[in-house]
């Protein structure tokens, strides 16, 4: 019943993969068992991972150049014509370039394209501010029709991306660019709309999505270390929320964190925030990026320049608790 | 169905009617452009493609995609023509619940293609569907013809298509682009020229053909000629008068945008039934 997390998770040999990796898996896999299933990418083919495919499926992986608005609406196309589509780029040409397009030929068309954004976040490290895509949760998950992913790790990016390639919508995949520490298993179950419990505790629901769950899980070993047990959810799908597991949580404990590597802002966070607006007020803190952009540094370090690192979450926790009251049912 | 020519434009004259009121009822659209493009369309739906109006997902049907989105009326009126759903529903054109929707929704009418109006996008998902065909689903008998504005041409993303469709060959593909001249600022060579509108073409590995628009039997040749070669994608240069057939809006950007109150939709009307069976190449009737 209980997540299994990976024992090693906590080792400092933990092992260590991009999470588009994992991607460059699933979409080889999704491609043998569907042949329906093609691949187009504007000129990044090996860095979204995208190469697997090209070398199993020659016949249906469509090279499009650097052409985003292209690339997203020849995918359309093929959609019409019986085929699922995934595009792959860096998030921040693709869905930051071609948003219109997206919204008009996949979306409002309702057609199950797959957009692959990589390199999302400021762990893309050196290249600098401009391709840390930061905005893209936020400008896909306000569109109707469309559902948006962020795995935690590339093992579950694999099965991410088997369930999009069946879910017959269009669909959001963000990955990210630099080796991340793989908590899942393949075992741990994934399912679009669904968030996992990794930890139980009471002071707290530490709400993660993306790369950020394992820093979550970090300052979560931290707190418990000095008595403070806090929840810890995975949330790899951000649209639609789960929203049943997150209430179950807040109706615990009465105080939520979110964590992400994007703009909280119309964000992961922002997500959070109108649903239990709505539903349940209760104070926030939202850990990501605070209406800025990012900037160029070893991913390491940019994740400690933005406060992003496990250690300092717990602190940052810390802090906030001190002097924010809990919210409970009937307040 | 194959129309002949004199049937053809018997139909395109009586699809200019059904463009007129439906406008008029709707109270707001775009007039010129639909009417350039009636011979076009008429062209298309009754003698150029292998259709089933009452099978619209028939699995080897030639494939029609839209892409300046608000000339949509044309379509509309021709498919209701050709039989995809009664003419009656013309009339419900931009209300509210309609499936006549102000600019085409592919999931609110069956036989719509695609969803557009936002410009610039409908040659990318064409060639889509002609790459597919070619290069995966070996289905060489089929094509895919798109409609584009000029204005359109303005749009990076119809230069990233038209790479596209050069670099892979798409022999299925048959573009056309309706070359009115105007758009909403004022003629395309004084908003963005466009001219050398063939050479630029020829550059992306294109076949051209250049015809005038509302010759019937030009535009049946340039389509055969199209399906016939079979190393590259073909655009037909399509020169149309904007508004045609009505001649107060002949020529006149300012009904780009704009729906005709009832007294000139008479007045269109009017017009346009004179001329009923004594259309020339030129436009020109009694």
């Known amino acids: ?331 | 169905m194959q129309l002949t020519i004199p049937q053809l434009e018997h139909k395109a004259n009586e699809i200019r009617q059904d463009i007129v009121k439906m406008l008029e009822t709707a109270g707001s659209g775009h007039s010129a452009g639909p009417l350039g493009l009636a011979d076009i369309l008429t062209a298309l739906y009754f003698n150029i493609m292998n259709i089933r109006p009452e099978d619209p997902e028939w699995a080897d049907r030639d494939v029609f995609f839209l892409s300046n989105g608000h000339t949509v009326p044309v379509q509309y009126a021709t498919m209701a023509n050709a039989g995809y759903f009664e003419r009656a529903e013309l009339q419900t054109l931009r209300r509210l619940g309609s499936r006549l929707q102000g600019h085409p929704e592919r999931e609110k009418l069956p036989g719509l293609e695609n969803t557009s109006g936002p410009l610039g996008s409908g040659l990318s998902q064409a060639a889509g569907y002609a790459y597919s065909l070619q290069y995966i689903d070996d289905q060489k008998h089929r094509f895919v013809y798109v409609v584009m504005g000029d204005g359109e041409l303005n749009e990076g993303n119809i230069w990233e298509a038209a790479m596209f469709a050069g670099k892979y060959k798409l022999s299925q593909l048959v573009a056309f682009v309706d070359r009115n001249n105007i758009q909403i600022d004022g003629t395309t060579e004084e908003v963005m020229p466009l001219e050398d509108l063939k050479g630029k073409w020829e550059s992306f590995g294109w076949h051209v053909v250049e015809i005038d628009g509302h010759n019937m039997e030009s535009i049946i040749d340039a389509t055969s000629q199209a399906r016939a070669i079979t190393n590259r994608p073909t655009v037909v240069i399509a020169h149309t008068i904007p508004g045609k057939g009505v001649d107060f809006m002949e020529y006149d950007y300012k009904w780009h945008g704009i729906a005709p109150n009832s007294e000139q939709a008479k007045d269109a009307l009017l017009k346009l039934r004179t001329l009923d069976g004594k259309i020339s190449h030129e436009g020109e009737g009694v």
């Open chain 1, 1 to 331: 019943m209980s997540y299994q997390l990976n024992p090693a998770v906590f080792d400092d040999d933990v092992q260590l993969e991009p999470i588009r990796a994992g991607f460059g898996r699933g979409l080889k896999a999704a491609g043998e068992a569907n042949e329906a299933i093609v691949a187009l990418c504007a000129d990044l083919t090996e860095s979204t991972q995208m190469h697997l495919f090209r070398e199993a499926f020659p016949k249906r992986f469509i090279e499009i150049g650097v052409a985003e608005q292209n690339l997203v609406t020849v995918a359309s196309g093929l959609a019409r014509a019986g085929k699922i589509p995934f595009t792959s780029s860096y998030a921040a040409f693709s869905p930051g370039r071609n948003w219109e397009q997206i919204r008009t030929t996949a979306t409002l068309n309702n057609q199950p394209v797959k957009i692959v954004g990589s390199h999302a976040g400021v762990s893309v490290g050196p290249d600098g501010a401009t391709h840390q895509m930061l905005e893209d949760i936020a400008l896909m998950r306000v569109l109707p029709n469309m559902v948006v992913v962020a795995p935690g790790d590339s093992v579950e990016a694999e099965k991410a991306t088997l369930a999009i390639a069946e879910n017959g919508k269009p669909s959001y995949l963000r990955l990210a660019r630099d080796k991340t520490p793989i908590f899942s298993t393949a075992d741990s179950p994934f399912e679009i709309g669904k968030a996992y419990v990794l930890q139980e505790g009471h002071e707290a629901t530490f709400l993660g999505t993306g790369t950020m769950t394992y820093h979550l899980l970090v300052a979560a070993k931290i707190l418990k270390e000095q008595g403070i047990e806090v929840e810890v959810i995975h949330v790899p799908t951000i649209k639609p929320l789960d929203k049943e597991t997150i209430l179950t949580s807040v109706q615990k404990t009465g105080r939520v964190i979110t964590a992400e590597e994007a703009q909280v802002a119309g964000g992961f966070g922002g997500a959070v925030s109108e649903f239990l607006g709505e539903t349940l007020p209760t104070p926030i803190l939202r850990i990501g990026m605070l209406d800025r952009f990012g900037e160029s540094g070893a991913p390491n370090e940019l994740l400690e320049h933005f406060n992003l690192t496990g250690p300092q979450i717990a602190e940052q926790f810390k802090e906030w608790k001190d002097k924010t009251p809990r919210y409970h049912q009937g307040f």
